[in-house]
């Protein structure tokens, strides 16, 4: 039987899961390119499903919990990083340079994966509204549910 904070995780997961598809399709099908901080936010939410999946497909209660812990401080850097975007990154003329451009291509993702990582626009280009909110908010969103939704699996007591 699945606890409550594996079920949880798994959701996590799927959501994580999710933001990717969705920013693909965007990308690929509507002609949405990405920029740096727009990659690396997929970076995390990748990550934050991996370890979702792990803790939530059983290990015992620790390991679930240290899951849930990393998903936590995972969905806080997204949150950073999409803030970034919005607020500062997608004002510049370019983001060629900015912690996230080195970092996604000093990591070698950009042009190991570039369907997934690859960066095709700057951020002021990429600063797009869907449904009448800017893409970054989106998933600054996403990531504060995810945040608050890793929380109970860290604090949980007993076995539920």
């Known amino acids: 039987m699945t606890s409550r904070s594996e079920r949880l995780l798994r959701l996590i997961a799927l959501f994580s899961f999710g933001a990717v598809g969705i920013a693909l399709v965007s990308q690929h099908v509507f002609d949405m390119p ?7 936010q997929r970076l995390i939410y990748l990550v934050i499903g991996v370890v979702a999946l792990i803790g939530g497909f059983g290990g015992g209660r620790a390991l679930t919990r240290i899951c849930g812990f990393l998903a936590a401080l995972l969905s806080l850097s997204g949150i950073v990083a999409a803030w970034y975007q919005y607020s500062v990154a997608a004002n510049m003329l370019s983001c060629d ?7 996604m291509t000093g990591i070698g993702l950009e042009s ?6 690859g960066i095709y626009a ?8 869907v449904l009448g909110v800017e893409y970054a ?3 600054l969103a996403l990531f504060v549910i995810l945040f608050f939704m890793a929380l109970p699996v860290v604090f949980r007591r007993g076995h539920a």
């Not at 990405?34 to 690396?40: G, I, L, S, T």
């Not at 340079?97 to 970092?103: G, I, L, S």
């Not at 190991?112 to 990582?117: E, K, V, W, Y």
């Open 34 to 40: 990405p920029c740096a901080w727009c990659v690396m």
């Open 97 to 103: 340079q900015t912690f996230a451009d080195r970092f």
């Open 112 to 117: 190991a994966i570039p369907p997934l990582f």
């Open 122 to 129: 700057t951020c002021m280009d990429a600063k797009v509204p």
């Open 137 to 139: 908010l989106w998933s």
